[in-house]
């Protein structure tokens, strides 16, 4: 785990509790839930007296920030401050346990009071709908020819709307139909029943929105569980096209049959 300094949240670990935290309740989920995922996860954040001292301190910050910190958790991580920082931030940096301990004293003035300013969540004003749905199967249209690729996942909070379009090998003349959908190959990792895409375009609900013209639904499957490798953002036709055509990278990776992905025809 990375320590880039001795603020609360100033490491991996402190980052990822952070997260977890504030951006779920900024997507609106319960605070209830927020808190239990977060405590779940203890065994796995708290592997010494070091990462205890990390974590408490970082879901108990992370709970006042959002003006929503507990009595119990608020009195742990209490507890962990009264003890003073761990002996291994010497390791660090020989300054180190001395400004950590204002740091604690600091967070501890902080929880012992509720946050004036918490952060806020802002609601939408329209409610939007999603362009697709995970499974849609869709035809491309380029200038002189077709592709097929589908909506591997979509990310879907009252915040943002995201695509993951998975794209095969297919390319041809006429527009595809589900039977040349379920024939063509893509560039996927295979471990018995899991799966790994390899050309999986990232588009925004705006970037898609200006493509729909392009986009057809020629079906729609139930897929197998699909791990996404390629996690880049794009935006135009031209990168799904660039995904589909890629001759060089397709050398470098596996190629299956795109069927096998497909757990269930639902719509032809």
């Keep these: 785990m990375a320590i880039d300094g ?17 951006e779920q309740y900024k997507d609106g989920v319960s605070i209830d839930t927020i808190i239990s995922e977060i405590l779940s996860e203890e065994q796995n954040f708290c592997t010494d007296e070091f990462y205890t001292e990390i974590y ?3 879901v108990a910050y992370s709970l006042w920030k959002i003006g929503r910190l507990t009595a119990d958790i608020k009195q742990k991580a209490l507890d962990i401050i009264a003890q003073s920082p761990h002996e ?11 400004q950590r301990q204002k740091v604690l004293d600091k967070l501890a003035v902080q929880l012992q009071s509720e946050n004036p300013k918490p952060l806020k969540v802002r609601k939408s004003k329209t409610k939007r709908e999603p362009h697709f749905k995970v499974g849609d199967v869709l035809a491309v249209k380029f200038k002189d020819n077709y592709g097929a690729i589908f909506v591997s996942d979509v990310d879907l909070s009252p915040r943002k709307i995201e695509y993951h379009l998975a794209c095969t090998r297919l390319l041809q003349a ?5 039977d040349d959908f379920l024939n063509s190959q893509i560039c996927c990792r295979k471990d018995n029943t899991n799966f790994g895409i390899d050309t999986d375009c990232w588009f925004t609900h705006k970037d ?18 699909c791990k996404l490798w390629k996690l880049a953002p794009t935006g135009t ?32």
């Design 56 to 58: 408490w301190t970082a």
């Design 208 to 225: 898609l929105g200006v493509l729909l013209d392009d986009l057809e639904i020629i079906g729609t499957v139930e897929l197998y569980p």
């Design 6 to 22: 001795v603020k609360i949240i100033d490491s991996d670990d402190g980052h990822d509790i952070y997260n977890a935290i504030v």
């Design 88 to 98: 291994f931030w010497l390791e660090i940096d020989d300054k180190a346990p001395k």
């Design 174 to 178: 006429d527009k595809p139909s589900m």
């Design 237 to 268: 036709l031209e990168d799904i096209y660039n995904e589909i055509t890629d001759e060089p990278r397709r050398g470098r990776l596996r190629l299956i049959d795109t069927y096998e992905l497909v757990k269930e025809v639902i719509q032809k």
